[in-house]
């Protein structure tokens, strides 16, 4: 089992940036997928940025060319650095990790991120 530890959320004007941490313990795996979803009030959980430990990105299509995740293998940790924020990246943030055999997914409590006009 995973357990995984956000932090970095906070309050932002609009066209600032943040960076979002997040710290993995337990059974990590070379094969997992790490990365992180949001949730706005009202909506479904929604993919952000995922990332293979050997540096493959996927991005959701309202983030790209603004949000870079990354990670470092050697400290089991994912980090995502947030530029240009607009109003609708307001959400929850929550850290993920996929083992790809088992297919277990683990999931942070979540980091709130808003972002002001």
């Known amino acids: 089992q995973v357990q995984l530890v956000e932090s970095g959320g906070g309050l932002v004007q609009a066209g600032g940036s943040l960076r979002l941490s997040c710290a993995a313990s337990?059974?990590?795996?070379?094969?997992?997928?790490m990365g992180w979803y949001r949730q706005a009030p009202g909506k479904q959980r929604e993919l952000v940025a995922i990332i293979s430990s050997d540096g493959n990105t996927n991005y959701g299509a309202s983030v790209k060319g603004r949000f870079t995740v990354s990670r470092d293998n050697a400290k089991n940790m994912v980090y995502l650095q947030m530029n240009s924020l607009k109003n609708e990246d307001t959400a929850v943030y929550y850290c993920n990790n996929l083992d790809r055999v088992t297919m277990y997914t683990s999931w942070g409590q979540g980091t709130q991120v808003t972002v002001s006009s």
């Open positions: 337990g059974s990590i795996s070379s094969r997992d997928l």
